[in-house]
């Protein structure tokens, strides 16, 4: 396995492992967690006290950054879970927005057949896949998840930390965009299979 390999599985595991402690929570403290989050949604890490407890408790060591700058990985794991507390929004424990489903098939459920809200939906998707920068990455994606929310369409949050850890890397960044993109037309082909 490979140092990247290594790194993006140690990543799954860390935002699985929090999202988890979120599903087992009173439902109160549950609500009052995901508010918290959706106030972080479009911020910077580090920008809210009251985050820092649930983004950095039990972060490995090989993760935190350093000198009050924020490691990719700090930036991934705070993108997914400010993200999914958006996507969640509404939406009782009984009814989990994560799931096995990659991100770039969640969001071609959004348009199974290419009708007028297909190039809508692939504009703002590939607006997120080719952002200049990880915060604007965060941007574009607070409004898929949005969209995916009003369709009661769920995605793998742990996959989407990974990916965007390697997003931002000058080695990862092509490759997560292409896996994104066989992602979102990978559904096309077998719905085309599936009909035949």
Same mark, same amino acid.
């Given at each position: 396995?490979?140092?990247?390999?290594?790194?993006?599985?140690?990543?799954?595991?860390?935002?699985?492992?929090?999202?988890?402690?979120?599903?087992?929570?009173?439902?109160?403290?549950?609500?009052?967690?995901?508010?918290?989050?959706?106030?972080?949604?479009? &911020?910077?890490?580090?920008?809210? +006290?009251?985050?820092?407890?649930?983004?950095?408790?039990?972060?490995?060591?090989?993760?935190?950054?350093?000198?009050?700058?924020?490691?990719?990985?700090?930036?991934?794991?705070?993108?997914?879970?400010?993200?999914?507390?958006?996507?969640?929004?509404?939406?009782?424990?009984?009814?989990?927005?994560?799931?096995?489903?990659?991100?770039?098939?969640?969001?071609?459920?959004?348009? +199974?057949?290419?009708?007028?809200?297909?190039?809508?939906?692939?504009?703002?998707?590939?607006?997120?896949?080719?952002?200049?920068?990880?915060?604007?990455?965060?941007?574009?994606?607070?409004?898929?998840?949005?969209?995916?929310?009003?369709?009661?369409?769920?995605?793998?949050?742990?996959?989407?930390?990974?990916?965007?850890?390697?997003?931002?890397?000058?080695?990862?960044?092509?490759?997560?965009?292409? &896996?994104?993109?066989?992602?979102?037309?990978?559904?096309?082909?077998?719905?085309?299979?599936?009909?035949?």
């Amino acid at each position: 396995m490979s140092e990247q390999e290594n790194k993006s599985a140690k990543i799954r595991g860390f935002v699985s492992s929090k999202l988890d402690w979120l599903h087992k929570m009173p439902e109160n403290a549950y609500r009052a967690e995901l508010a918290n989050l959706r106030r972080g949604s479009g &911020k910077k890490p580090g920008d809210l +006290p009251e985050l820092w407890g649930t983004i950095l408790k039990d972060m490995p060591e090989e993760f935190q950054g350093k000198d009050g700058e924020a490691s990719r990985e700090e930036w991934a794991v705070y993108i997914a879970l400010t993200t999914f507390a958006v996507h969640q929004q509404g939406r009782s424990q009984n009814e989990w927005m994560s799931s096995e489903c990659p991100f770039g098939s969640a969001v071609r459920k959004l348009v +199974p057949n290419e009708d007028d809200s297909f190039e809508r939906v692939l504009r703002r998707f590939n607006a997120f896949a080719t952002a200049a920068d990880i915060y604007e990455a965060a941007h574009y994606l607070r409004g898929l998840a949005q969209l995916l929310r009003s369709e009661g369409i769920s995605f793998d949050y742990p996959e989407l930390a990974a990916d965007l850890h390697r997003f931002q890397t000058y080695e990862g960044v092509s490759k997560v965009r292409l &896996k994104w993109g066989q992602e979102f037309y990978y559904i096309k082909k077998k719905e085309n299979e599936d009909n035949e």
